[in-house]
């Protein structure tokens, strides 16, 4: 089972008192400060839960699996995500 957004913003109210569209409003705040401080390249760490980051990828040669036709991939950009500390213990229970 996952939590979808929804289920989110229900438990982000329930733990802080804030009302659901509150808490929909800080949830999305969040999701806009990580997308833009990645999308600049800068790094967001939240200490014990997890980090993310920019990392470039180098220009590659792949192959079509369909065909096996070698394909040349360009070099660009993608996204680390590493998990905390409290984020691994919560992993292990």
């Given at each position: 089972m996952s939590?979808?957004?929804?289920?989110?913003?229900s438990a982000i109210a329930a733990k802080s008192g804030l009302t659901k569209t509150d808490a929909d409003s800080a949830l999305s705040a969040f999701q806009d400060v990580l997308?833009?401080?990645?999308?600049?390249?800068?790094g967001v760490k939240l200490t014990g839960l997890?980090?993310?980051?920019?990392v470039e990828r180098a220009a590659r040669t792949g192959r079509n699996p369909r065909t096996g036709e070698e394909i040349a991939i360009p070099?660009?950009?993608?996204?680390?995500?590493?998990a905390g500390s409290l984020?691994?213990?919560a992993a292990a229970k």
């Open positions: 939590l979808n957004r929804s289920d989110l913003v997308l833009e401080a990645v999308a600049s390249g800068e997890f980090a993310a980051e920019r070099a660009g950009f993608g996204v680390k995500l590493t984020l691994k213990k």
